[in-house]
């Protein structure tokens, strides 16, 4: 079953990268996956991985990587808190959109049976507002993971726009969209009831915004994941 989940999204990935990348090469001294738009108007790049300064070309269509020399003097900022700060939003996220699903498959078995499972009537509320927290410390410290991440763009990487990085830029901003939309759902008590702490999945408007939740949580979750393997495949290359 891991094989197969794992050949569905390399197979989504490898058609996401097609789409939006482009033609692709690998770095000739680490190996790390570069795209052609990466490189600029004279066909040069640095690869943010090793330091290879490598110019591309494509004569009779295959893609020919020449290392030229290599960045020695790259900036290296001796305070590496992204990698660090990344640990609590990746850390707590999960855990929040677990125990939501807990609630939900709670809130569906209180329905369908008319009353509330045997420790979940009282324990539902309490339950509710620890996946509250957990839900804003993770979005809370996603925005200084993802201005940590900005510094450590423009200081190590030179603001260069590699695909790998902008691809990160824009999941950190889905993912604090998307977490943000949770957060507000969560408290505002539109999706659950201040009396049972259970998911309002008696009326259509409690259905939408429970739907709505669950889909916030589940796209997060997805964007997270992508945050935390592209972030994965710059730290220790491939
Ligand atoms: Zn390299």
Redesign the pocket.
Known sequence: MPADTRRLVGKASERFKRRFWGPRFR?P??H?ELAFADADGRGLLV?P??G?VIEIDAPYGHPVPVVHDVEIHRPQPKARIHPTATHLPIGLFPFAAAGALVLFLGSVATALRGGPPPGLASGARLFGDAVLVLLVLSVGASLVTAASGLWDWSVRYRRRPYRQIQLKIACSVVFVLVGAAAVALHASGAVFSGADGLMKLGSPAGIAATAAYLSALGVGMVALATLGHVGGNLVFGR
Request: charged share 0%; glycine share 0%; proline share 0%.
């Open positions: 770095c001294v680490c790390f690869c991985v090793c290879a």
